[in-house]
Nanobody, 120 residues
Framework: QVQLVESGGGLVQPGGSLRLSCAASESIPSIISMGWYRQAPGKERELVAQITSGDSTNYADSVKGRFTISRDNAKMTVYLQMNSLLPEDTAVYYC??????????????WGQGTQVTVSS
């Protein structure tokens, strides 16, 4: 079973930066995309950024211009560079990998989550 291991979360002051990493334990066949979601207390999980197998990227409006998603295929790792962080970015961030399946809906792998807290 593929495991996604996240790292890089922590406490940062408003305006600061953090870089999240997510490493897959093995190559994922028929992968569609990898991305980052977040969930703040009392809120639903939301997509933050996504990168497809064709290197197209998609960002939530709230993070455009501040966050950048990238990946290193050789290391099977996806990154999220977060700049100009705001208190409202505080959440648990989850790594996601989605793969295609024949005759079934796509399958999602999830990491365990990493806490990001933006506070002075």
């Amino acid at each position: 079973q593929v495991q996604l291991v996240e790292s890089g979360g922590g406490l940062v002051q408003p305006g600061g930066s953090l870089r999240l990493s997510c490493a897959a334990s093995e190559s994922i066949p028929s992968i569609i995309s990898m991305g980052w979601y977040r969930q703040a207390p009392g809120k639903e999980r939301e997509l933050v950024a996504q990168i497809t197998s064709g290197d197209s990227t998609n960002y939530a409006d709230s993070v455009k211009g501040r966050f950048t998603i990238s990946r290193d295929n050789a290391k099977m790792t996806v990154y999220l560079q977060m700049n100009s962080l705001l208190p409202e970015d505080t959440a648990v961030y989850y790594c996601n990998a989605r793969r295609r399946r024949l005759w079934a809906a796509p399958y999602d792998y999830w990491g365990q989550g990493t806490q990001v807290t933006v506070s002075s």
